[in-house]
Structure formats: structure tokens, C-alpha cells
């Protein structure tokens, strides 16, 4: 695929749904990608609000919306198990697959690699197009199987067989499944294929940003992981629809009936791919807004990150451990015990290079000039939070304590301060960072501090509560709580939790409203409103299609702030002198 | 107190006592680190915040320009002129290295001995308790031998709602077997050796106040034991995702004296159904 560097100089016109829809330039992909992802984020969040109404008071209707229901889902407006089942299936399924990995590598990513390291465009634009066009397809895909006769898929985000065999709804995910992870496979492609041959002269690989870093490890991440689960749910795929059985034993006696199938199949194998896959996707939902947060802090403390090195260093090695740590999500599964001791190892391995990044992001602080900005104050938020995230993964990757707390509410809060007070917190501060760049205009301060307080107080409230009720032995996904003697004296923490999802949702409207406002109407803004160093703000605010008026020429480290001797405490990468 | 609080459950088998020591040394360890790191934060956030005419500090990253000798001290061992040079890396990785030292401690002196105790160790002898568990959507069997000790085999060709785990009344080492639903007894201080199997989905076997916990897969048989230090009835609960109807799957288990237990064995075999073994159990539908 070849690729006019000058391209932008004689361009034709291009219809309005060259322009905008079907597009080949990264930006306007990433932007497209950054709507559709958040839109699905809320209709993850949304659902997640359903079924909160559920745990905090079951057998009560659904207010105001209950009855539009039909019968099957919710008889008189009353959450059923099955739909119950089908809403926490959905909400993590579009949570991680079709939220946050397209937000931190779809938009993020597409947006911003390319402008950091000085290129023109992603290396395959057509392919990168593809991406996003298979992408929005698989997700509509996901969301119409509620329509299916049956419902969603009903056996969690993990599809265990040989409850996913034999729930309905299946089919449709597994082939949604199948487009999603050929999306992100064509966009890792792309990534690697421009962080590897479109660096601008001068940029070198010790010259990139952590930011970019981050992206390439993940690029990695997905390309060697997701195709063993592609492959794994073609598998099930077979299972359902023809009937053989790679995951199904012999002489099953479903309600009653045996089982048709031939049997002489094995439950654990799916497990065993699955978690290969999603492990390090777990990396992939949390490296690139580690990324976003070491470039945030950089920025606002005027000075180099500490350990630029180390924290580069600790992403690679992360990448390479996570695929040596799956089955401790499968110390309790019947896989042989002595397993369990090799992956208890791993697992404390992996701890040690995220503590270091978590350090040195904190060490940058010191002898900073801190600017506490909005896209500041969320960099800063994902420290001690998703150090909560990562303390409580302590219990759970030991197997002894993992005995007791697998599966119960303990594992729901740990993942979500890892991936919500983490990932989604540095998400939404790389919106309030890179905006500007985007529209060429500012975010409203006001409403972003609202914004962020609002948020990260309410997501705490929201999965503090989850610690506790884990801790009194609490499982997850029950439909009804209270019929189980164990969870009653922690109901209270659900009604809590739930009254916290309520807030979180009513402070996104600000967000929301503040987004589409400042897009035309915002305060206009220049080329590098933060004073900033790395390539990205070295191109007009919104960049021209092939971003650079001349390919940049890269002089320096990509953090190179409060310099002894220079005028401006500041000095850019494509700066000559 | 109940058995049930807002934080573990009371603790009634003979392993409870070391996972919970484990899970509070590692919250207690937890919250140190946490404040720790929070206080220093906190520091810096006020210390390092923006102020008019104060200038970022750039550190120095090389911590010992070349030119400038190491001490003897340090030439002498190996690598000590390497550790010198970059010493203010390695003190920022001297967090890392006290959660590494307590991570191994706790893999080599807790995690590994315990876990080897609790899973790879199978019990033996006359005195173990033995019970065979069926689980299934949304109910546990739970299936005793009898005095002879010998279960009675099970087909599945004979699972029926009357018979549910297919117990082969005709065999006579089923004679004398008892099949409970959602009712575990077990006596107390004795090891229970459950053998764990599952007819469709997969379960998971969980008892909070025992701290135990194990999935069952079809097609496979999953030993568990466990050693009931005080009497009483606690929760059965189903702790993997099986269906619609997963958070009604739940049982009792009874932890009795020897005589108690004796004495309601005795009861149950008294009250034995007879044989059920329909021909063709799709007819009886």
C-alpha cells in the first residue's frame, strides 16, 4: 500500500462521506471511533444501572421503565434471572470489547500515534478503515442479539461451556465475537507496521513517548492474543450449531434429557484459551491510558518523567509476563493443583514491573511545578486508585486467599478499580488533554471540574462497597442476593453501590453536554495550548489531512521541560535549536 | 454475633484459621502500602504545586558523571561500580523491592505450604468421611455410602425426577446408601472426603464458614475435604455461573456429633424409598 508523503498538497475534494464516514485518514477515524466507543460505554453503563436496581432491591419493579419490557424479561416490570443473566453477559462483553480497548486503542491510539511520532498517516489507511467499519458492524451485531428469540447471550463475558452450549443467545456473540477480534487484529497490524517504519527523521525508538510505547506493547498484546480466542469461539461456534463436541464430556443430563451430542470434550480447554486471551487484554485495557497518564503528568509537572527508561522497561516486560499468568484466574477451576503453585509464581512476578510503573509516575512528581488542570487532576486521580486496584489483586493472585475470595463480589470490586478508577479515569483525562487538538477548541474548566469530582467520588462509592460484600463471602453474578442467607447482612453495601451508579451516571451529563458544546462553540484555542514538547502539538489544531505542513525533523527526547538556561521552560522535539 | 457478618464469616473448619490469617496479614500489609504512598503523595502534590517564579527542579539522571571515581568501597565487589553510577534508579526501585521480598515470603513460607495442604493432599483411611456429591441445575445430591461402605453405582441412563443422581437401586451395594437434596451432614472434627461430579453445567461447591471452594466439572470427578471443627448448619451456596436459576441454587450443611450424626444416618435408612428404576424414564414425563 503506497503512500503519497505529500499527499495533502494536491488533494481533490472530497465528498462529504469520504470526509467523514468513510474516511482513510487516522484522525477522523480516531474521532470516529472515540464517539462510537463512548456511545457504547454508556449503553454498557446502562445496563449495568439495570441490573444495580436488581441487586439493591430484587423482586421490585424497574421504575419508570419496567413495564416497557416484554413479559419474558420482566414479568410485571420485574428483572427475570434470564434477563438478568443476559444484561451481566452484555455489560462486560461491551465493556471491554467494544468500550474501552476501542477508546484506548481505536481513538487514542489512531489519533495520536501517528501525530507523536511524526507520520503522515497509519501505514495501511484503507486497513484502517476496515478496522473501524468491521468494528461498528460487530457491535451492532452485539447489541441486536437482545432481539434474538431467547435474548443475549446468557453464560457471563467468560462464555463458560458447557452453560454457554446450551444457554440461547450464544451464536450471535461468538460470531459478533468473530468480527470484533478480526477489527482489532487488522488495527494492531497497523500499529506495528507505523510505530516500526513511519517514525519521522530523528525519531528514534528511545525518542518516542511513553505514549506510543505503551500503544506499540499493546499493538503486540493483541496481535499474539486474540487469535486463540478467535479460534476458540469458532470452536464453540461448532459446538452450538454442528454439534460436535470440543467442549462438551461425555453423558450430560441437561434437565432431565441427555445430552445429544457426542461428548469426549473438555470444559477446561475453553477456559484455558479464553483466560490465554484475556489476560493480556487486561494489559490492553490498561497500558495505553497508562500512557495517556505519563504524558498528562510529564506535561503539568514541567518536568521529564523519572525513569523514562524503567517505565518503558516495565511495559515491555509486562507485555511479555502476561502471557504467562492466565490460569490464575483458573486456580479454583479443577485444573491440576500443582498448576496453581507455577501461576501463583508468574503472578507475583508480573506485580513487580506494574509497582515500578506506578512509582516512577509518582517519583515525576517530585521537584515538579504541578499545574492542576482538569486532564491533571484525572491523571493524578488514576494513581492512588488504580493502586487500589492493583493492592486488592494481591489477595486474589494468592492462591491460599484466592480459595475464599474467587468469585465473590471482592473479584468485581478489584477489576473494576483496575479498569474504571483506572483505565476509564485516564481515558476520560486524555479527552480534557487532546481535545483541543482534536476541534482546535478548549473544554469548559468549570464543568470539567465538576466533571471529575463528581465522578471519581461517585466511582469509589460505587466499588468500596463491592470490597466489603466480597469480604463477607458475597458471590457474584446472583440475580437475587437475598436468597442467599450469607449476603444478607451486606445487602445494605448493594443499596449503596447502587444509589452510587445513579450519581455517576447524572455527573456524565455535564461531561456529555460540556464535549459537544466546546466542539463549536468552545474557546478557541492555539496550536500548543499546554506547552507541550512531544510532535502531537507541533501541527495545527485540527491537524490538515497529513497532519505536518513539512515532515517534522525530531531533535530530542520526547520530555525535554524546564531546561537550565532556556527561555521557555519548554523545549519541543522538532525545536532546532 | 451470627455466623454471618459484615466482614469473614466464623470460621468452622480446620484450614479456616490459615486462609484468614493470610487474608488479613495481606490487608493489614495493604493498608500500610497504601497510606505510605498516599502520605507521600499527598506531600508532593502540596509541596510540588505550581507557584509564580519557582521554577521544576530537573533530576539528574546521570547519578555519577563518568568522570568522577567510585569509591574504593564500591570497586571492590562485583558490580558495585554499575550499582554506584545508578543509584538514584535503584532507590526508586526500592519500593518494588520491599513488595518483592514480602511477595516471596508469603509464596514461599504461606501460599505454597498451605495450598499443598489444602488442594494436592487427598486423605485416606478408615476414618474419612466419605460423601459423593451431584450437582446439577439448581440442586446439590449428596450420596452416602452406608455401613458397607460401597456406593452404589450410577447410571445415567436411569436419572429420573425421582432418582435424580441415577442411583442403581438393583446393585446391592446401593442398598444401604442414602441420597439427601441440598442437605450435607457431616460429623464434627472428622475429615469429610467429598467426591465432586456434575450432570450438566459447571457448579461450584462453596461453604463460607468452611473457606472452601471448588468448581466442578462435568466429566470429571473433583475430590475436596474438609474437617468440620464446630457443629452447627451453614450455608451451601453455588459459586459458578449455571444457569437462570444459579442464585437459588443453594444448600444446608449440617455439622453434627458422631451420634447425632449416627442416629439420623439411621433414620434416613430407615426411611429408604424403595428402588425406583423406571424402564424407560421418558415415559414417566
Known amino acids: ?577 | 454475633m451470627g455466623t454471618y457478618g459484615w466482614s469473614l464469616p466464623v470460621a468452622a473448619s480446620s484450614y479456616a484459621g490459615s486462609i484468614d490469617f493470610g487474608i488479613w496479614l495481606i490487608h493489614a500489609a495493604m493498608l500500610g502500602i497504601f497510606a505510605l504512598w498516599g502520605a507521600f503523595f499527598v506531600y508532593l502534590l502540596v509541596k510540588y504545586r505550581a507557584r509564580p517564579g519557582v521554577a521544576a527542579e530537573r533530576e539528574d539522571h546521570e547519578d555519577t558523571p563518568s568522570h568522577i571515581s567510585v569509591p574504593d568501597s564500591f570497586s571492590k565487589f562485583p558490580f558495585g561500580q554499575l550499582l554506584y553510577r545508578n543509584k538514584g534508579a535503584l532507590k526508586s526501585l526500592v519500593p518494588d523491592m520491599i513488595i518483592m521480598a514480602f511477595e516471596i515470603a508469603l509464596i514461599v513460607f504461606y501460599a505454597i505450604p498451605v495450598w499443598s495442604k489444602i488442594k494436592m493432599v487427598v486423605p485416606e483411611g478408615p476414618e474419612v468421611v466419605h460423601v459423593q456429591l451431584i450437582a446439577e441445575q439448581f440442586a446439590w445430591s449428596f450420596h452416602y455410602a452406608g455401613p458397607d461402605k460401597k456406593f452404589g453405582p450410577r447410571r445415567s441412563e436411569l436419572v429420573h425426577f425421582s432418582n435424580p443422581i441415577g442411583l442403581d437401586r438393583s446393585d446391592p451395594a446401593s442398598h444401604d446408601d442414602v441420597v439427601m437434596g441440598n442437605e450435607l451432614r457431616l460429623p464434627v472434627n472428622k475429615v469429610a472426603l467429598l467426591k465432586m461430579y456434575s450432570k450438566d453445567v459447571i457448579h461450584s461447591f462453596f461453604v463460607p464458614e468452611f473457606r472452601i471452594k471448588q468448581d466442578i466439572l462435568p466429566g470429571m470427578e473433583m475430590p475436596l475435604w474438609v474437617e468440620p471443627t464446630k457443629t452447627g448448619k451453614f450455608e451451601i451456596a453455588c459459586a459458578q455461573l449455571c444457569g437462570f436459576a444459579h442464585a437459588l441454587m443453594r444448600g444446608d450443611v449440617y455439622v453434627q456429633t458422631q451420634e447425632e450424626f449416627d442416629a439420623w444416618y439411621k433414620s434416613r435408612l430407615a426411611a429408604n424409598p424403595a428402588a425406583a428404576t423406571p424402564t424407560n424414564p421418558s415415559e414417566e414425563f
Open chain 1, 1 to 577: 500500500m503506497s503512500q503519497d508523503p505529500h499527499g495533502h498538497a494536491h488533494h481533490p475534494e472530497l465528498t462529504f462521506w469520504e470526509k467523514y464516514v468513510f474516511s482513510v485518514d487516522h484522525k477522523v477515524i480516531g474521532l470516529q471511533y472515540l464517539i462510537t466507543s463512548f456511545f457504547f460505554l454508556l449503553i454498557g453503563f446502562g445496563l449495568m444501572m439495570l441490573m444495580r436496581w436488581q441487586l439493591a432491591f430484587p423482586g421490585r419493579a424497574i421504575p419508570l421503565i419496567g413495564h416497557m419490557f416484554s413479559a419474558d424479561l420482566a414479568p410485571n416490570g420485574v428483572m427475570s434471572g434470564e434477563f438478568y443473566n443476559a444484561l451481566g453477559a452484555m455489560h462486560g462483553t461491551i465493556m471491554v470489547f467494544l468500550g474501552i480497548v476501542p477508546l484506548g486503542v481505536g481513538a487514542y491510539g489512531n489519533y495520536v500515534l501517528p501525530l507523536q511520532i511524526g507520520a503522515p498517516d497509519m501505514a495501511f489507511p484503507r486497513m484502517n478503515m476496515m478496522s473501524y467499519w468491521l468494528y461498528l458492524p460487530g457491535g451492532i451485531l452485539m447489541l441486536s442479539s437482545f432481539l434474538m428469540p431467547g435474548g443475549a447471550a446468557q453464560s457471563g463475558w467468560t462464555s463458560y461451556p458447557p452453560l454457554s452450549i446450551i444457554n440461547p443467545g450464544q451464536t450471535m456473540w461468538l460470531l459478533s465475537m468473530v468480527v470484533l477480534i478480526t477489527s482489532s487484529l487488522l488495527g494492531a497490524i497497523n500499529f506495528l507496521v507505523t510505530t516500526i517504519n513511519m517514525r519521522a527523521p530523528g525519531m528514534s525508538l528511545w525518542r518516542m513517548p511513553v505514549f506510543c510505547w505503551a500503544q506499540f506493547v499493546t499493538a503486540v498484546l493483541l496481535l499474539l492474543a486474540f487469535p486463540p480466542l478467535e479460534a476458540a469461539s469458532i470452536l464453540q461456534l461448532m459446538d452450538r450449531v454442528f454439534h460436535t463436541s470440543f467442549y462438551m464430556p461425555k453423558d450430560l443430563v441437561i434437565l432431565g434429557q441427555a445430552y445429544a451430542g457426542s461428548g469426549g470434550g473438555q470444559p477446561l480447554l475453553w477456559q484455558h484459551l479464553f483466560w490465554f486471551l484475556a489476560h493480556p487484554e487486561v494489559y490492553v485495557l490498561v497500558l495505553p491510558p497508562m500512557g495517556i497518564v505519563a504524558e498528562i503528568i510529564a506535561n503539568n509537572t514541567r518536568k521529564p518523567l523519572h525513569g523514562y527508561k524503567t517505565l518503558v522497561l516495565s511495559m515491555v516486560a509486562i507485555g511479555v509476563m502476561s502471557f504467562m499468568v492466565w490460569a490464575h484466574h483458573m486456580f479454583i477451576s479443577g485444573m491440576s493443583a500443582s498448576l496453581g503453585n507455577f501461576f501463583l509464581v508468574t503472578t507475583m512476578i508480573i506485580s513487580v514491573p506494574s509497582v515500578a510503573i506506578l512509582t516512577c509516575l509518582i517519583f515525576s512528581l517530585k521537584g515538579g511545578s504541578i499545574r492542576y488542570n482538569v486532564p491533571m487532576l484525572f491523571a493524578l486521580a488514576f494513581l492512588p486508585l488504580f493502586g487500589i486496584g492493583g493492592l486488592t489483586g494481591l489477595p486474589l493472585g494468592l492462591t491460599v486467599t484466592d480459595i475464599y475470595l474467587h468469585d465473590t463480589y471482592y473479584v468485581i470490586g478489584h477489576f473494576h478499580f483496575v479498569v474504571v478508577t483506572g483505565s476509564i479515569i485516564a481515558l476520560l483525562g486524555g479527552v480534557y488533554h487532546w481535545f483541543p487538538k482534536w476541534y482546535g477548541r478548549k473544554m469548559n474548566d468549570r464543568l470539567g471540574y465538576i466533571h471529575f469530582w463528581g465522578t471519581t467520588i461517585s466511582m469509589c462509592a460505587i466499588f468500596m462497597p463491592m470490597l466489603f460484600m466480597g469480604m463477607a463471602g458475597a458471590q457474584r453474578r446472583l440475580y437475587d442476593p437475598t436468597a442467599q442467607l450469607h449476603n444478607l447482612p451486606v445487602q445494605s453495601w448493594n443499596i449503596v453501590s447502587t444509589y452510587a451508579a445513579y450519581a455517576l451516571a447524572l455527573f456524565q451529563l455535564p461531561f456529555i453536554y460540556n464535549f459537544f458544546h466546546s466542539m463549536w462553540f468552545g474557546e478557541k484555542t492555539v496550536e500548543n495550548p499546554w506547552k507541550a514538547t512531544t510532535l502531537e502539538w507541533a501541527c495545527p489544531s485540527p491537524p490538515p489531512h497529513g497532519n505536518f505542513e513539512k515532515t517534522p525533523k525530531v531533535h530530542r527526547g520526547p520530555y525535554e521541560y524546564s531546561v537550565v538556561g532556556r527561555k521557555t521552560d519548554y523545549w519541543m522535539q522538532t525545536d532546532a535549536s
